[in-house]
């Protein structure tokens, strides 16, 4: 595995996987880094310079092959293999991301959904009973589990998060809200569902002063 | 307004104006560069030359006058404006978006939701009746919609896209996974929810590498 790859490529692998992933299912083959720009809105140069970074598989005259391509990156992003994940929080955007992440069916594996809500334990979304969080102790204890999503407030969070790293969860996926500390080898990602919302209305912002202009 | 603002200081726009926020509500009223950096895993100087875009409200050997900062990037971010916004797909994430974003009190201001599931037309959510998408094109000749949240499978999104565009709709927030395509003057901002996931399983498997050494 190469290191120091800026995070801001790393942020850009999704989306190329993505990209590449819908070349495919639309049985295209090769792609020069001048279509690809075009698609991503990115500079052909930013997409060989983010490229190189892993080996660069393109070639001169010849362009992506874009199944060994979208392969790579998918070892890269850590997608060839698979992991068992619970969701602690069952309401609308904890159901939401068990729907929309089954469906997708990569390597993502749900062994189980908490909530503390006594109307819903017991009740089962998607094939999976939602258990009671005090159970999540016993259940880190006889069960691997690779990544916990947060999906809970966030003030409900700190003693959850320690249940949860004490058993040697080693990602989180952080919708609570909750600044979260965790030892060092513990991995999150946080996610803030109204940044994307800010960006849009800056960039309404900014059209309208442009109008104006 | 200024211009040329890289995409990339705009993207971490909301995350200083959440740290900011955070900030004052804990009655903290100066920082300095070095502070925040700390606090937002930036450098010192990545931060200044952030702030710099935006006309440099940091005073050497005083720091950074939290108020002023945040309400500068509150404007800059368009959010001294109330925006109206409706709703397109009353499903878990639509309505955890309507949960959250009411529950933030900034100036969204909701005005319609929309389903074509007649089991769930007619009831409220958080008080907003759900409505048939059939009447989305009436709605938006008589009431001013800024942004449309699109929260509705991508196979259905093609016609309502049209229907929003054609009404004079200037914003889409879109978690549909459809390419949108819209004219110029609309601004989109596409919202993939496994994206950062990808960067977490990137993050455990870099982590994993990184243990075998």
């Known amino acids: 595995m190469e290191k120091n790859i800026s995070s801001a490529v790393i942020k850009r692998l999704p989306r190329y996987y993505r990209?590449?992933?819908s070349l495919l299912d639309n049985g295209i083959t090769r792609i020069s880094s001048k279509d690809l720009s075009k698609r991503m809105h990115l500079?052909?140069?930013?997409?060989?310079?983010?490229l190189n970074n892993f080996g660069g598989f393109g070639q001169q005259g010849y362009g992506y092959n874009v199944e060994l391509l979208y392969g790579e990156i998918r070892k890269i992003l850590g997608l060839d293999k698979t992991y068992n994940m619970i969701i602690i929080g069952a309401g609308n955007i904890g159901q939401?991301?068990?729907?929309?992440?089954?469906?997708?069916?990569r390597?993502?594996?749900?062994?189980?959904?908490?909530d503390k809500n006594p109307k819903i334990i017991g009740l089962s979304i998607r094939g999976i009973e939602i258990r009671d969080v005090d159970t999540l102790d016993a259940f880190l204890k006889s069960e691997k589990v690779d990544i916990a999503v947060l999906t809970l407030p966030g003030n409900n969070a700190e003693p959850i998060v320690e249940t949860i790293v004490e058993n040697g969860v080693k990602g989180i996926w952080n919708f609570s809200h909750l600044p979260i500390k965790t030892p060092e080898d513990v991995v999150i990602e946080n996610v803030h569902l109204t940044d994307s919302l800010m960006t849009l209305t800056y960039k309404l912002t900014e059209h309208e002063a442009s109008k104006k202009e």
Chains 1, 2 share one sequence.
């Open 107 to 114: 390597g993502y594996n749900f062994v189980g959904v908490f």
């Open 19 to 21: 990209y590449l992933g």
């Open 96 to 105: 939401a991301l068990l729907n929309y992440i089954n469906y997708q069916k």
């Open 43 to 50: 500079t052909a140069s930013q997409i060989r310079q983010d």
